[in-house]
């Protein structure tokens, strides 16, 4: 199983984030995330990338990748999005629930089963 935050340490996600940013990337693995497309010199309207990201960022992405095969990296899973957010925010658990479509008790367990123990019912702040 891959750690929390591991998409952003994948070199391919890295390369992507240098053409169309970090939220353009994580739509375009979002939407395609483990697929392997063919990225022609210039990409269409109904172009698969071009549907997930838009025209304009599709664009940036066939002017870089053009006539290659792009391995797409999965997104983070609902699981890793809510370690994440406890790694790299000061969210609130019940924010983190909402954010990553989960019940407040759910987050809870997910952060207990991470620490390998029971956090206090009470702490409301990750960190």
Same mark, same amino acid.
């Given at each position: @199983?891959?750690?929390?935050?591991?998409?952003? #340490?994948? *070199? %391919?996600?890295?390369?992507?984030?240098d053409?169309?940013?970090?939220?353009?990337? *994580?739509?375009?693995?979002? *939407?395609?995330?483990?697929?392997?497309?063919?990225?022609?010199? $210039?990409?269409? +309207?109904?172009?698969?990338?071009?549907?997930?990201?838009? +025209?304009?960022?599709? +664009?940036? %992405?066939? /002017?870089?990748?053009h006539?290659?095969?792009?391995?797409?990296?999965?997104?983070?899973?609902?699981?890793?999005?809510?370690? !994440?957010?406890?790694?790299?925010? /000061? @969210?609130?658990?019940?924010? %983190?629930?909402? $954010?990553? /479509?989960?019940? !407040?008790?759910?987050?809870?367990k997910?952060?207990? *089963? !991470?620490?390998?123990?029971?956090? /206090?019912?009470? #702490?409301?702040?990750?960190?």
């Amino acid at each position: @199983m891959r750690g929390p935050g591991s998409l952003h #340490n994948s *070199e %391919i996600f890295q390369s992507i984030v240098d053409v169309i940013g970090v939220p353009g990337a *994580e739509k375009l693995c979002k *939407e395609l995330g483990g697929a392997t497309i063919y990225v022609p010199a $210039a990409i269409g +309207a109904h172009h698969p990338i071009s549907v997930a990201i838009g +025209a304009e960022l599709a +664009a940036k %992405i066939a /002017d870089h990748f053009h006539r290659t095969k792009l391995a797409i990296p999965k997104g983070l899973s609902r699981r890793e999005r809510v370690l !994440e957010f406890r790694r790299t925010t /000061d @969210m609130t658990v019940q924010q %983190i629930a909402l $954010a990553c /479509d989960y019940t !407040e008790a759910g987050v809870y367990k997910i952060l207990a *089963e !991470e620490r390998g123990g029971q956090l /206090d019912l009470f #702490n409301t702040r990750i960190k």
